[in-house]
C-alpha cells in the first residue's frame, strides 16, 4: 500500500504551497514533486522563493525559506482526476483547520481544481482570490506538474513570481526560521 506524503509545515510560513494530491512516484519516493516532470522546484527558484533549485529528496530545504508544502486530499493518485468530489468535501474541514493551526500568510493553491472543490465555485481567476481562508490570504496558481502542458516554464515562472512579488515583504519582515518546524 502506497502511504500518502507528510506535510512540510511550521508555524506561520509566509505561504504554504498546496498541491491537490500526492502523485504516486513522490509518495512512492516519500518525497514532494519527485516526479520526472514535475517543475515545482525549478519554478518556485526561478520566481525567486529559493536562491538554488532544490531536489525532491531535500524538500524539507523548503522551510528555510519560510514555504512550506501540503495537499488538499492524502490520497495518492496517478492523476488527480482520479479523485472524488467526495474526497474533496470531506478533506476540506481538516484542512481549514490545518490552516488555522499552522496560520500562513498565504495559501497557494496549485492548480484550480483544489481551490473549486473546497471553496465550491466553478469559475475561479488565476491569482489572488478576493477570500481568505482561515486568515491566509489565497492564491491560486497554475499546477507545475509535468501533465499540465498549458503552461510554458516562462508561463509558470511569471505567475508564481506574481505571488513572490507579494510575499516578499512578508519574507522580509518573518526573517529566518529556526525553530518550530514539524513533519506531519
Known amino acids: 500500500m502506497i502511504h500518502s506524503l507528510p506535510d512540510i509545515i511550521a ?18 519516493l516519500g518525497h514532494h514533486f519527485a516526479g520526472r516532470s514535475n517543475r515545482f522546484w525549478r519554478v518556485i527558484h526561478l520566481a525567486g522563493f529559493t ?9 524539507r530545504a523548503i522551510l528555510r525559506y519560510r514555504c512550506g508544502l501540503t495537499t488538499l486530499v492524502e490520497r495518492p493518485t ?3 482526476d482520479e479523485l472524488s468530489t ?18 500562513p500568510r498565504f495559501v497557494a493553491f496549485l492548480g484550480k481544481a483544489a481551490y473549486c472543490a473546497l471553496s465550491g465555485q466553478r469559475d475561479i ?15 491560486v496558481l497554475p499546477n507545475p506538474s509535468g ?13 508564481y513570481r506574481e505571488l513572490y512579488g507579494a510575499t516578499n515583504p512578508v519574507l522580509s519582515d518573518l526573517g529566518p526560521l529556526t525553530n518550530g518546524l514539524s513533519r506531519r
Open 11 to 28: 508555524e506561520q510560513l509566509a505561504v504554504v504551497f498546496c498541491g491537490i494530491n500526492p502523485g504516486l512516484s513522490a509518495a512512492v
Open 51 to 59: 536562491p538554488d533549485e532544490i531536489h525532491p529528496e531535500n524538500d
Open 78 to 80: 496517478a492523476r488527480a
Open 86 to 103: 467526495t474526497e474533496f468535501v470531506a478533506a476540506a474541514a481538516q484542512f481549514e483547520k490545518k490552516i488555522a493551526r499552522y496560520a
Open 125 to 139: 481567476a488565476w491569482g489572488r482570490q478576493p477570500t481568505a481562508l482561515a486568515g491566509a490570504a489565497i492564491w
Open 147 to 159: 501533465r499540465n502542458r498549458a503552461f510554458s516554464l516562462d508561463q509558470l515562472v511569471s505567475a
